[in-house]
């Protein structure tokens, strides 16, 4: 999906919680939870011996810098009152080998999660907009 559809789609998920409270319907929330997806970059298992795992070596490191699959995600993740990262349950042993493409590196996957208070996701929302607009 563009980048540009972002702002407006969640510019019309404001405006249709805000209908659903002036017709008495309970969806006042405080916070949204924004579910999106990240990935870092891990060493490739290919060329190690099976009991090595250099991937599960990066992956374990705290530092591993994040990297967003969606140019919002970047603007939102530090706008966010919070934000963190998960790991898929389910992940093929060869899944970072198989995303890498003539690089000595693959990538994982992650989960990524990014609460906002109701009141403040308006202006989040209009910094994606600023954020898309500036870059195209």
Do not use: C, N
């Not at 919680?17 to 990935?39: C, G, M, N, Q, W």
């Not at 994982?108 to 195209?136: C, N, R």
């Amino acid at each position: 999906m563009p980048a540009e559809i972002v702002p407006p789609m969640y510019t019309m998920l404001i405006d249709e919680v805000d209908a659903a409270i002036e017709d008495k319907e309970p969806y006042e929330f405080t916070h949204y939870l924004v579910l999106s997806r990240a990935y870092i970059e891990v060493e490739s298992a290919l060329e190690s011996e099976p009991t090595e795992r250099k991937s599960k070596k990066i992956r374990e490191d705290p530092t591993a810098s994040q990297l967003f699959f969606h140019a919002e995600d970047e603007v939102l993740s530090k706008l966010a009152q919070a934000h963190g990262r998960y790991s898929y349950r389910k992940i093929a042993e060869s899944s970072a080998d198989s995303k890498r493409a003539f690089r000595e590196i693959g990538i994982e996957a992650e989960g990524l999660l990014m609460l906002f208070e109701a009141k403040k996701l308006p202006d989040a929302i209009q910094a994606v907009s600023d954020f898309i607009s500036s870059s195209v």
